[in-house]
DNA sequence: ACACCTTGGTTCAATGACCGAACTGACAGT
DNA sequence: ACTGTCAGTTCGGTCATTGAACCAAGGTGT
C-alpha cells in the first residue's frame, strides 16, 4: 500500500475516493478550523491566535506551517525593525467562510441556547443566511462586506484581550486592533 | 471503556465561545464527518462503515456512539431473528447536509481535479449549487430528492462492496443494497 | 450435535498526536 | 547591561488512534 502521494502530511484517508475527505485532510486536523475561523474575524499575529485559542504553541506552529503550505493562508512581513510577519487569509482560505457559516449554525441551533454573534450584509442590516447570503439582496455577500457584533450569550468581559478587541463590531478580515498593553 | 463522566467527550475547545468550536467538539474528531457523510449516501450498518471508510473497529464503535449519544444517529433494530441494528440519521443529522456539501465543494475547487460525484436536483437535474440549492428552482432541495450519480473522476471498479454500491445512481438516504456475498 | 459463518462489537500493546512548561534567539527600549 | 516582547523549538508525560486478536450471539450446513 504505498502512499501515492510523496509529502505524506498528518493524517490521510488513504482508501476515500471524495472530495470532503481530500478537504478533511487538509482541515480536519484539531485546532485547524479555528484558527481558519480566526483569520475571518481578522486575527493575523502568532500570538492573538495563540492567547485567543488557548492553544499549545507547538501545535499552533505546526498548523500554520500546514495552512500556509496548503496555500490557505500566507506569512508576510508587515514591519521591518524588528522583523514581524502575519498570517493571512489567501483565496483559498476565504473561500472556507461558506462551510464555516453552515457549521457555525448548525452548532448554533442545536448546541447554544442564545445568540453569540451576529453577522450581518453591511449595506442593507440583514442578518446573513445559511451560507453567507443575504436574503434580503439575494446574493452572496463578500466577506468585506459582512459586519460581525457580539449576541446577548457573549461574554461583556472576557479575560483574554483578542476576545476584548472581538468584541467591537467590525467587519470580516479587517485587521484586529488588541489593546497596547 | 469510555468516559464514566456524564458528559466530557474527549477533546473539548473549553475556552471557546463560539458555536463553530461547539459544532467541532461534536463533529471535530477524526472519522466522524466521513462517517455522518456515508449515512447521508445511505450507509446504515456496522459492517457497510467499517469496509467503506477502512477505519479501526474500536474507533468506528466510539464514534457510532458519540454520534447516537449527541442525537446525530439513531440506532434502531431492523430484524429480530437474528438481532440486527442499524444506524440512520436524526433531523440533526440530517442538517448537516449543507455543512458537508459546502465543504465538498472546497475540496473539490482547490484539491481535485476531475469532478466524483455530481448531486442534482431530483425533479429538474439542476446540480445542485454551494449550499445544496437548487440553482433553477431556488430553493433548497429536501435531502429526499437529491440524486447522487458518479461522476469522471471516480474509479469503476473499486475494491470494496459498498464502494460498488455506492456507484449506482440513487437518491440520498436511500439505503444502501450491497450484493450478497 | 457439531463445525463454521456472519454481525457487531471489546481488549490489548504499540505508535503517534497533543499537552503544558521551560528554553532559545532576535531585536528594542531604557 | 538589563528587561521585555515576539515567535517560535524542545522536551517529558499523557491521551487518542491503530491494527490485530479475541469474544459472543445467533444462524446455516451436514
Redesign the pocket.
Known amino acids: 500500500m504505498a502512499t501515492v502521494d510523496g509529502m505524506a502530511l ?2 490521510d484517508y488513504a482508501t476515500q475516493e471524495c472530495s470532503i475527505a481530500r478537504a478533511l485532510e487538509i482541515i480536519g ?3 485547524t478550523l479555528l484558527v481558519v475561523r480566526d483569520a475571518l474575524y481578522g486575527v493575523r ?3 492573538d491566535f495563540l492567547v485567543h485559542l488557548g ?5 499552533l ?2 498548523r ?1 506551517q500546514t495552512l500556509t503550505g496548503e496555500g490557505i493562508l500566507e506569512k508576510r512581513r508587515y514591519q521591518q ?5 502575519e498570517y493571512v487569509l489567501t483565496e483559498r482560505g476565504r473561500a472556507l467562510w461558506p462551510t464555516l457559516r453552515a457549521l457555525g449554525l448548525w452548532g448554533r441551533e442545536h448546541f447554544t441556547e442564545t445568540q453569540l454573534r451576529y453577522f450581518r450584509h453591511a449595506d442593507c442590516g440583514t442578518e446573513l443566511g445559511p451560507y453567507g447570503e443575504c436574503p434580503a439582496c439575494k446574493a452572496v455577500v463578500p466577506l468585506e462586506d459582512v459586519v460581525m457584533e457580539p449576541g446577548p450569550g457573549l461574554d461583556r468581559a472576557p479575560a483574554d484581550p483578542v476576545s476584548r478587541a472581538l468584541l467591537k463590531r467590525k467587519r470580516l478580515l479587517e485587521p484586529l486592533e488588541t489593546e497596547p ?1
Open positions: 498528518g493524517k486536523e484539531r485546532w499575529r502568532y500570538n492553544i499549545p504553541r507547538a501545535v506552529a505546526a500554520l525593525s524588528p522583523p514581524r510577519d498593553a
